[in-house]
């Protein structure tokens, strides 16, 4: 079964290459985004044992991230159909050049296979080959404009996101280091775990947290994302953000997985408290004056990743709550970069300020992009609010009153910031060029979907995410 | 064998002092491409005895990569892509020598106090290894242009395999085949965009490279918008 999920967008992949038509790619893809889906809930359920001697396994962490890997990309697939129809329409205008959708589709479905590989692998060699090979597939998705400064972008990503993964092998090389005669497979690691060498270790992970920590857009290595973010056709963006970061995300938890069973996890928390602080911090500052939506909603990322690695670093319940913040992050991004998509096609212009009366314009995505700020800053009922909570509550219990009280302030700055922008985005009148238009059903029913989802997060918590998120934290030392 | 080990890893160093002095793109490519065969047969050295037929073969592989396409895919690019020849520094060439060397010596001095806790063919591995990804992270930060940054990536690159070539003869091989072959994909991905930035903009100084950021200006010139139809 494990095969399959990887086999399946692989084989998708290559079939995308050859096959004639723009609509039967269309198919081909959202087709294979549900069957992936369907797979994914069924390993989920059945719980399929260990493949290619244990190189391969869905434990819980893996498979807490395959599930918002599969959903996110679900979503993700059925609305690139409306913008690769909206591309072409646009193309058949001559109004933009764009790549051929052939290689936008098998570079998604790539990205899809080496993301689900990411998720499954329990060997920190092919964990290091999967994560570059995320980076490799898109690029070129980036790039797909065709235009100066989505080149910019890209050659931004693929340099920042190569050295770092660089260093990663490094890291990766010196915890082989650390444990002389075994190999760099998770289960053994965790069994050798109480004699690896302290201070190799200590340098591995410092050397995984940076190259890890630069795909996953911890600052000071953030500074890709924001580009690269705003630059790409904005299905990517919501791939990139909800997807991609969480599998940076992922092998830096794996890293701290071994810490754990070390007794140096005391050691990995502060290093990821500490950036995890810097992240927010940085996002706060880059939030204010920010006129670009779609880069205000990349440092918005930065900051969910802030989050993530603050709620790790205090442990104990942090290590839920951050696991928790990982869906509900992924949901909202996902929901706000398909909404950003959709205001652009409609107003043409990526300044926030040149956007005015959204819902008059596009009645459905207006509506959304308020729900979708409310919820990626935490406000009630959104389940974002219950697990920043989680996090805060993780910081009052083990005393760290400081790391409270500068979480909440900048949590604070970044919701006021966040909020003025959409409000004078959905406020006042649409400019007189900008004419209402109907939606289709493809650009809003995805985003739509995923932000019921997080809203429902919030007001109950399935019984059978609950026990995936207590045994991915329970693996992480936590509760 | 250690006479032949110590001499390898002094070439490497070596190789990386010449990259950061050196003025001439071609040049530096041509350096690249030694320090290639020399890591090829790095791993081979440090078997021991006779070693196996796959490592003989991941030897082989390496070597071709490193040595023989790498050159060639960025001698294209040079030629190809209408790029200048000189490496056009943001450090100068002999200050980025001299800070080589203040770099290298403390690492000869105290590198072969870090050893890892396995014995080592070699005391200067380490250290090399060190100097190695110290040279790609310089040349990558010091250089303007984009061709000198992929350079720097691949010395970087290096410097990383020289330090796993201690192990990888406990790891599996099919690992060291997936690192090969995505550095091998990453630099042909960046070569392509080397070329659609030469023919964008005309030169691929990534000093130019400046339109995406977070304040503008008042008065700058501003690309169109990607997405969309543009302002």
Known sequence: ?479 | MTFWTDACLLLLVLTGLVLLGTGRLSFGIRVVAVQGWVLGLLPLLHEGGTPGTPAFLLAALALTVKGVIFPWLLTRALRDANVRHEVDPVVGLSASLIIGIAVLVPLLAFGPHLLPPFPLPSRFWVPAAFFLVFTGLFLISARRQALTQVLGYLVLENGVYTFGALLMSQQPWLVELGILLDVLVAVLIMGVIIFHISREFDHIDTEHLTHLRDWRRAGQDDLPSSEGKGR
Not at chain 1, 130 to 159: G, H
Not at chain 1, 394 to 405: D, I, K, P, S
């Open chain 1, 1 to 479: 079964m494990l095969a399959a999920l990887l086999l399946l967008p692989l084989c998708s992949a290559a079939l995308s290459w050859v096959l004639p038509g723009d609509r039967g790619r269309r198919a081909l893809l959202v087709g294979t985004a549900a069957a992936h889906f369907g797979l994914t809930v069924a390993v989920w359920i059945r719980r399929p044992g260990p493949l290619l001697s244990g190189w391969l396994a869905a434990d819980a962490l893996g498979l807490l991230f395959l599930g918002i890997t599969s959903l996110l990309f679900l979503a993700v697939a059925a609305y690139s159909v409306g913008y690769l129809r909206r591309a072409s329409m646009h193309r058949a205008q001559g109004e933009t050049a764009g790549g051929s959708e052939a290689g936008f589709t098998a570079c998604l479905l790539l990205f899809l296979a080496f993301l689900t590989l990411v998720t499954l692998c329990q060997h920190f060699g092919l964990l290091w080959v999967a994560v570059e090979a995320t980076t490799l597939a898109t690029a070129p998705l980036i790039y797909f404009q065709r235009s100066a400064r989505s080149l910019e972008a890209t050659w931004k990503y693929l340099l920042l996101c190569s050295v770092g993964i660089a260093l990663a092998l490094l890291g990766t090389f010196f915890l082989a280091a650390s444990a002389p005669g075994g190999g760099l497979s998770l289960s053994a690691l965790l069994g050798r775990a109480a004699g690896l060498h302290p201070v190799w270790f200590k340098a591995a992970f410092l050397f995984l947290l940076v190259g890890y920590g630069t795909k996953m857009g911890l600052a000071p290595m953030h500074t890709w994302l924001p580009d690269a973010h705003s630059e790409a056709p904005s299905p990517v963006s919501a791939l990139l953000s909800g997807a991609l970061l969480n599998g940076a995300f992922l092998a830096v938890l794996r890293v701290q997985q071994v810490a754990v069973a070390a007794r140096l996890g005391g050691f990995g928390r502060d290093d990821l408290l500490a950036l995890g602080l810097v992240s927010l911090a940085v996002a706060a500052v880059f939030i204010l004056h920010q006129d670009d939506f779609k880069r205000l909603l990349a440092y918005s990322s930065v900051e969910h990743m802030g989050i993530l690695a603050v709620g790790i670093g205090l442990g104990g319940e942090g290590t839920f709550g951050a696991l928790f913040q990982a869906v509900n992050h992924s949901l909202a991004k996902g929901l706000l970069f398909m909404t950003a998509g959709n205001l652009l096609a409609a107003y043409g212009t990526k300044l926030a300020a040149e956007v005015r009366g959204a819902p008059r314009i596009l009645p459905v995505s207006g509506v959304l992009w308020v729900a979708g700020f409310l919820a990626v800053t935490g406000t009630p009922p959104f389940g974002t609010f219950l697990s920043e909570l989680v996090i805060l509550k993780a910081a009052l219990a083990t005393g760290r009153y400081a790391v409270a009280a500068v979480y909440l302030f900048l949590l604070a700055v970044i919701f006021v910031g966040l909020l003025g922008v959409m409000l004078r985005m959905v406020q006042g009148e649409a400019p007189k060029a900008v004419r209402p238009m109907r939606e289709s059903v493809w650009t809003t029913v995805p985003a739509a979907a995923l932000g019921l989802m997080a809203l429902m997060l919030g007001l109950v918590l399935p019984p059978w995410l609950d026990e995936v998120l207590r045994a991915a934290a329970a693996l992480l030392g936590g509760s």
